[in-house]
């Protein structure tokens, strides 16, 4: 498996709206998708935006860390009914920070 494999295996093992099998489905990020039954997947449907010379810090554990570059994806998420079948959808935001200077 390749490093960005593993790395988006790992996102979304770590989604904690999507723990609960019985009562949620797994992230789908192709949100742009008008027909995924008919139109497979691929990266222009992925909604995302990403801010270069971020300014500022996020504070993780109570340390201050600089992020010099952030990408904001959007992914939605299945709730399921008492049935198992999909009630709804909800859309969330999966933010991701470049940390460092972003220099070489």
């Known amino acids: 498996m390749s490093m960005a494999d593993d790395i988006g295996k790992l996102i979304v093992l770590l989604n904690p709206y999507t723990q609960d099998s019985a ?6 990020i192709y949100v ?4 995924p039954a008919t139109i497979p997947n691929d990266y222009s449907q992925v909604e995302l ?4 010379n971020y300014p500022g810090t ?4 109570g340390e201050a860390q600089r992020i010099n570059t952030a990408a904001r994806i959007r992914y939605r998420y299945p709730v ?4 198992g079948n999909v009630a709804y ?3 969330d935001y999966l933010l991701v920070g470049f940390e460092g200077s972003g220099g070489p």
Request: a negative charge.
């Open 32 to 35: 742009g998708n008008p027909s």
């Open 23 to 28: 009562r949620t489905g797994p992230m789908d």
């Open 80 to 83: 399921k009914d008492s049935a």
């Open 89 to 91: 959808w909800i859309d």
């Open 58 to 61: 996020w504070n993780f554990k």
């Open 49 to 52: 935006e990403v801010d270069t």
